[in-house]
């Protein structure tokens, strides 16, 4: 009895040891024979220098100091000796402001003679619980377990590293894959050569040219990348509807989820050693719960880098991979979701090992301590984030989401800093990338806030900022929103919009750039919206007509708005506030901030066959396509870029006036041109018949001057403007009633495609059920032919 309770007298100073630095610093393995020397000694009083001072006594009393070093020459090998030495000295620097004594200044007592009349101790040995007098040997026995003791630590705390520093290597594997695969791509790409696309083109089987084995080969594996892993959804045909209000990813989505889940349940369970008559902790069930605590915490904050990465807009991943943020976004809630389980149980593990180790009264007065309460804040902050990330609060209060995240973000970063300073910064290089990350990401975001919005006029020297037109059209339900800037638009863009003079000014939101008019200057004193802005008259209409007179190099960038809850609906109340009876739409005119451009176009034109699928305001995606396929077989045929022969836009919308809008405005050019076909579909005929819209005379203009028309035609026109009225050649273009049959039209497409060996691309935006139908009904065809690719245009958050 009275051993054991020596034992365990001991076993609590050693655990004082063990707070204080065995946790914060890990050794190499030639260090192990004399820290474990230094350890043992640790729990012994030795009179004279620094007696009640751990670090004190242990490097500058002689007689502590003299017994540290006949004990490890007595029992380490000579090569450990020098590397033993100089930790002790780090140790006596860093924790005990002092230096470890120099072997020289305890020479007298480290002679053979001397030594061999050290009196040699054992745990069992009553003196060990006295002040001691004179320097001392442990007995092998001792010195054995405290080795084992300090070695089966020092394995653990190597192994948490390394397990954390394992999160980094998975996931900089599938960022390498995923740069691998769009050099792929690219490379392919270049390969496609531009082709003639006129008239007497014919698409036949000539399209696709014959290459070298190498780059067959590699198109082969491409291919078979898209059709088996990248393409299809996990459960057909939902991705982008929710399964039981769960987000169902893609193959390869899921591969790496899955597999980052296993990695890291498997390494948070195994390589646990334990033993009866350890020294810190002499049962079993402690040393477990402490070995699970404190791996589960250290991936925890190796996992908060990560997290932070894969969340921010401005990442250099998303340009080196070329992936979509909503893939980006998957990556970092399943990240984030694992390290909040690791943190609680980290949490779980350290009370477990409190109460089992027996300092159950300890844990009641530690909780007092900051480092305590505010890693259990920071536990319980993580886990509302994480609880209020599922999908049903993201889509129902994005708002509120939105802000709970960010501010219980900021609280995470701050009581980490404090939970862990006991540890004297050793775990501040897992925090301070958190807020590296953050401000980097915040500061790009302000610098293209600025770029997008102002600029110097050199003519006049003057300060220039961009400013809104917003219209809603009730009979479409759509807000339209124009903004001039000099910022170049282009294909697959999407922009943050910013309301700034709002009281909730800091919220912004993403929207696909729908159409863009370009001005490089012409004659003064038009009266179109885009000159009105700039020089700041008043806006109380926006009139059709060509925008001559702008500001050199400005950009008229439009875009399209279905009206929800949240800031859509108050720019919807705005502009009907503004609306009189005589006026229809009434334009609003707003300061609204520009943040982007963010986004990568699709090579839509390496394919020679392309199919739009749009549904609702997802006919924003597809225009700026169109405009630049326009643009392209305008260019010059040094400049031109493109393979499409044809193209195919087939949109779905509930109102009719939208569709007739977008197709005798934005469309207009397009409807009498032979390579491109739109099929319109209403899909909400109850309270209205269903017209035929005009369709210009073909060959009254050149491919440059209908790019040129579509460039200048203004995007808000009133309602009188929209009128369906036939063409000089009585040639129309019918609105078609209902749901298109989507499965049938993109399998009739990738049949036409690979019977005249065409290479087809399909891309979709829009509701989700119609978009989860597109790419099921690609992958049915892809499983049929090589020659078919699906692309998708999606914000996930």
């Known amino acids: 009895m009275i051993a054991t309770r020596y034992m365990l007298r001991i076993s609590l100073l050693l655990v004082g040891l063990f707070s204080s630095h065995a946790l914060s610093s890990t050794i190499s393995v030639d260090q192990e024979c004399v820290s474990a020397v230094f350890s043992i000694l640790g729990g012994l009083n030795f009179v004279g220098i620094g007696y ?29 000796l020098d590397p033993g030495f100089d930790y002790l000295k780090t140790l006596c620097r860093k924790y005990g402001g002092a230096e470890l004594l120099p072997e020289e200044d305890v020479a007298a007592n480290l002679t053979d003679e001397a030594v061999n009349g050290f009196p040699v101790l054992d745990q069992a040995d009553t003196r060990v619980m006295t002040n001691l007098t004179t320097p001392v040997l442990i007995s092998r026995d001792w010195f054995d377990l405290g080795f084992k003791t300090e070695d089966e630590w020092d394995f653990e705390a190597r192994n948490r590293e390394r397990y954390g520093f394992a999160m980094y290597g998975f996931w900089g594997g599938v960022l390498l894959v995923g740069t691998l695969h769009r050099l792929a791509a690219h490379f392919l790409e270049s390969r496609q050569l531009p082709l003639p696309t006129g008239p007497e083109d014919t698409g036949s089987a000539d399209s696709r040219e014959k290459s070298r084995a190498g780059t067959k080969s590699l198109a082969y594996l491409y291919s078979q990348v898209r059709k088996r892993l990248t393409t299809p959804s996990v459960f057909p045909p ?29 390494l948070c369970c195994v390589n646990y050693r334990a033993f009866e008559g350890n020294l810190y902790w002499p049962k079993v069930a402690p040393q477990i719960w402490r070995y699970i605590a404190d791996r589960a915490g250290v991936m925890a904050y190796s996992n908060l ?233 008043a806006v109380t209409s926006i009139e059709a007509g060509s925008p001559h007179g702008a500001v050199e190099g400005e950009n008229l960038l439009s875009f399209w708005i279905r009206p929800y809850d949240g800031w859509t609906r108050h720019l919807r109340d705005v502009c009907l506030k503004a609306q009189t009876k005589s006026q229809l739409p009434a334009i609003h005119r707003e300061t609204v901030l520009l943040e982007g451009p963010y986004g990568t176009a699709e090579p839509l034109w390496a394919y020679d066959e392309v199919l739009l699928m749009a549904g609702g305001s997802g006919i924003a995606t597809m225009v700026p396509y169109i405009l630049d396929h326009i643009a392209r077989t305008a260019a010059p045929n040094k400049l031109r870029r493109t393979r499409i022969r044809g193209l195919t836009l087939v949109w779905s919308n509930r109102s009719q006036a939208f569709i007739k809008q977008i197709a005798q405005r934005e469309l207009a050019a397009t409807l009498a041109r032979d390579d491109i076909e739109c099929m319109f579909y209403c899909t909400n005929t ?75 691309a399909v891309l979709a935006c829009g509701p989700s059920e119609m978009a989860d139908a597109a790419r099921a009904a690609t992958y049915r065809a892809m499983r049929q032919s090589h020659s078919v690719e699906y692309f998708e245009e999606a914000f996930g958050w």
């Open 52 to 80: 009640g001072n751990y670090y004190v006594a242990s490097c500058q009393n002689p007689l502590k100091v003299a017994s540290i070093y006949a004990i490890s020459k007595t029992y380490c090998p000579p090569s450990d």
């Open 238 to 266: 939902y991705h982008r509807q929710l399964l039981f209000g769960c987000t169902i990813p893609t193959r390869i989505e899921l591969f790496v989820v899955a597999s980052y889940w296993v990695v890291s349940f498997v």
């Open 305 to 537: 880098p990560l997290i932070w990465m894969f969340s921010g807009r401005n990442n250099i991943f998303i340009w080196l991979t070329g992936w979509q943020f909503s893939t980006f976004n998957l990556f970092h809630r399943h990240i984030a979701r694992i390290a909040t389980l690791q943190a609680i149980m980290h949490s779980i593990g350290y009370t477990a090992f409190y109460y089992t180790a027996g300092y159950g009264e300890e844990l009641r007065t530690d909780f007092h301590q900051p480092w305590l309460y505010l890693g259990v804040a920071a536990t319980i902050s993580m886990s509302v984030i994480v609880f209020f990330s599922f999908s049903w609060f993201r889509r129902k209060i994005y708002e509120s989401f939105l802000l709970i995240h960010i501010v219980l973000s900021v609280v995470v970063i701050v009581a980490l800093f404090y939970h862990t300073s006991i540890f004297d910064g050793q775990y501040d290089p897992y925090l301070w990338p958190l807020v590296a990350i953050w401000s980097f990401d915040r500061f790009l975001r302000i610098v293209r806030v600025v770029y997008c919005n102002l600029r110097v006029r050199l003519r006049k020297t003057r300060l220039q900022r961009s400013t809104a037109a917003i219209a809603y059209d009730q009979d479409a339900n759509i807000i339209t929103v124009q903004i001039n800037t000099h910022v170049k638009p282009g294909p697959g863009q999407h922009y943050y919009l910013y309301q700034p003079f709002r009281l909730k000014g800091w919220e912004n939101h993403p929207f696909t750039l729908a159409h863009w008019s370009s001005h490089p200057g012409g004659q003064a004193g038009s009266t179109d919206v885009l000159s009105r802005i700039v020089d700041g008259s």
């Open 686 to 760: 109850a309270k209205e018949s269903l017209d035929s819209l005009p369709l210009p005379p073909k060959d009254e203009k050149s491919a440059a001057e209908e790019c040129k028309g579509m460039a200048e035609s203004s995007v808000l026109k009133s309602k009188e403007e929209t009128d369906v009225s036939e063409a000089p050649d009585g040639a129309t273009a019918s609105i078609r009633m209902g749901r298109p049959d989507i499965a049938g039209i993109v399998e009739k497409a990738a049949a036409s495609a690979s019977e005249s060996g065409s290479r087809l």
